[in-house]
């Protein structure tokens, strides 16, 4: 959408906050319409006036905001020709209602809610040392590297042995709970936002086993329930690190979307069984609703024809695109009943 450049002021930015009756805002914008007939600017008016009436147009197909409020793009691309409408709920409330017709797009108010979904938090842990860091589908990320002064072992013997390993002991566990908080720093704004999928802890020998035996409690219990229960051993910290644990973490990682893709197809299972209008299947309406913007979650075979196109509209709109294997049961089930295409919706829809 920042790519998108007009000569004149001819671009229309909608923002809808919650709770914003959809009759008041079609009724501004038939205002603005009216006044649009004041520009003198015979291509500057036309393009204006075919913005606001796309924009009006979808809004009276929608019967009420949805919680997240609703954005809308608009306009003509003067060099191509080519012309754009998008409505959509962003992923986080919008914040401000907010009308604008200018030279380009207005997507501030979204940027700070566009971040990768899927991301995937790794602790790489030593007795003096971790890692924390994300996998996203973009790649990886160190989010903090942190080192702790733990001695080594003491060789005198004794009680004086005896009492300095009680000490060292007790360094590596302050350690391990200082990491805790800092994964509940790093990780709780995702767990709050739904982006973080799982947890991944690794390390060399025993030090993984030893840090959720003594910092288990001090991690957030969200994040705790999403900790992996298979624990990888790496032999690196840092960026290194965190690629070693990618490399030997496909498997779990394919075991996690496998489940999540089976939970969205039981979401859609169940809209399908209460007809409630937040299912569209077949590859013409989907397409449609793709194009108004109104699809949360694009369900769609992995084999399908034209699996490009309809990834493209989805990230367009911010809608989801879950892939759906033939490795799977319900992928026969899938495919014969509805032509490997169907969408869940954002709010109840009909066409």
């Given at each position: ?37 004041n520009i003198k600017l015979k291509q500057t008016r036309d393009a204006v006036q075919w913005a606001l009436t796309a924009a ?101 013997g004794g009680q004086s042995q005896r009492r300095f390993d009680r000490i060292i002991e007790q360094m590596v566990e302050e ?177």
């Amino acid at each position: 959408m920042k790519k998108w450049r007009s000569h004149a002021t001819t671009l229309l930015s909608l923002y809808i906050p919650p709770g914003r009756p959809i009759s008041d805002v079609v009724t501004m914008l038939r205002q603005e319409l009216a006044i649009s007939e004041n520009i003198k600017l015979k291509q500057t008016r036309d393009a204006v006036q075919w913005a606001l009436t796309a924009a009006i147009e979808r809004l009276s197909m929608i019967r009420e905001v949805p919680k997240n409020g609703l954005v809308l793009f608009a306009g003509i691309n003067k060099d191509t020709g080519d012309t754009i409408v998008y409505v959509f709920s962003p992923p986080d409330p919008v914040p401000v209602f907010f009308y604008r017709t200018d030279k380009e797009f207005h997507t501030e108010f979204l940027e700070p809610m566009v971040e990768e979904s899927d991301v995937y938090g790794v602790v790489i842990i030593e007795r003096d040392a971790a890692t924390i860091g994300l996998i996203k589908p973009s790649g990886i990320q160190v989010l903090d590297e942190i080192e702790w002064f733990i001695p080594g072992k003491h060789h005198k013997g004794g009680q004086s042995q005896r009492r300095f390993d009680r000490i060292i002991e007790q360094m590596v566990e302050e350690f391990y709970k200082n990491v805790a908080e800092k994964i509940n720093s790093y990780f709780l704004p995702l767990v709050e936002s739904g982006k973080l999928k799982g947890v991944i802890i690794a390390g060399p020998g025993y030090a993984k086993q030893d840090f959720l035996k003594v910092a288990s409690e001090a991690i957030d219990y969200r994040i705790r329930n999403l900790i992996i229960n298979e624990l990888i051993d790496v032999g690196y910290q840092g960026i290194v690190g965190l690629r070693e644990v990618v490399l030997k973490a496909k498997d779990i990682l394919s075991k996690q979307r496998f489940v999540d893709t089976l939970s969205i197809i039981e979401e859609f299972k169940y809209h399908l069984a209460k007809d409630d209008g937040y299912v569209i299947y077949g590859p013409k309406d989907v397409e449609d609703a793709l194009q108004k913007g109104v699809v949360d979650k694009l369900l769609i075979c992995e084999d399908h024809e034209e699996f490009e196109k309809f990834e493209k509209l989805a990230e367009s709109t911010s809608a989801k695109v879950v892939i759906v294997p033939n490795t799977i049961d319900e992928y026969q089930w899938f495919k014969d009943t509805f032509a490997c295409i169907a969408a869940i919706t954002r709010y109840p829809v009909t066409f």
